[in-house]
């Protein structure tokens, strides 16, 4: 059995270049940090965005005017597509992953939400890694997660993580512009910290992913208000999701203070 279970979250902004295609180096780097945590029984659940871009990758411009037709589709066919990047990259490192697709329904207390759990019990226990993102395909306005930084709190919050770490494209959370020579990250805030005045949320084109860094900070105020350490930093960052299971000062920690 594992020690730890760690939920890490990574953005379409992680995994795509500055052309929003998807860089295979990048979840190389990921899936060889997961299976480095699995060899020091940590074990992962991924919460993985990617399927939008994957889709229009192959699409190109749909032709679809409905905004969210457009997205079932391109997410439809570019789930399975994220699936085969990580299925055979977790075959080199000599692992094994899984597809995880729920709707925000499925976590509301019944049968579906006892299916998951029972089902992401098994798949860890056989130290399979369960790869989930939702459900585009099937999901809309009432039953879609805000975002995935959603998704992957309620599932810290489902299986009572040891860590939630989201992954972005920048350092974590500065105390001004991160484009300004004297911001400066801030490393560790609370639970219930008002980090309203940080927080500027930039335009972003289709595909791009929803969430931004005001919604990733307050999931993981959420998830670090449950007793969930929770970690917002750079997914293209060399080794950062080791630096963080080895204590070192990197990103933003939100967490109680002991």
Not at 182 to 197: A, G, R
Request: aromatic letters at 6%.
């Amino acid at each position: 059995m594992y020690k730890q279970l760690v939920v890490i979250k990574v953005g379409t902004n992680v995994m795509t270049n500055k052309d929003n295609r998807i860089v295979r180096p990048v979840l190389n780097n990921l899936v060889q940090q997961i299976a480095e945590l699995y060899e020091r029984g940590i074990i992962t659940i991924l919460v993985s965005s990617g399927s939008v871009i994957a889709g229009k990758e192959v699409l190109g411009k749909a032709k679809i005017k409905d905004k969210t037709q457009r997205r079932q589709v391109y997410s439809a066919i570019g789930q399975p597509r994220m699936m085969r990047h990580y299925y055979n990259i977790f075959n080199d490192y000599g692992m094994k992953c899984a597809q995880v697709l729920p709707t925000k329904r499925d976590f509301n207390p019944g049968v579906h939400r006892d299916n998951m759990i029972n089902c992401l019990v098994g798949l860890l226990s056989e130290g399979v890694i369960p790869i989930a993102n939702e459900d585009d395909a099937v999901s809309v306005s009432m039953s879609m997660f805000s975002d995935n930084d959603e998704l992957a709190t309620l599932l810290a919050q489902l299986m009572k993580a040891d860590k939630l770490i989201m992954m972005t494209d920048i350092d974590g959370l500065y105390d001004g512009h991160p484009d300004k020579k004297d911001s400066k990250v801030i490393n560790k805030v609370e639970p219930k910290e008002d980090l309203d005045k940080y927080i500027e949320e930039g335009n972003k084109q289709e595909g791009e992913g929803r969430g931004g860094m005001g919604s990733k900070l307050n999931y993981a105020q959420k998830a670090a208000a449950a007793n969930i350490p929770s970690f917002i930093v750079n997914g293209k960052r060399e080794n950062v999701l080791l630096d963080i299971i080895e204590g070192k000062n990197v990103g933003t920690e939100v967490s109680k203070t002991e």
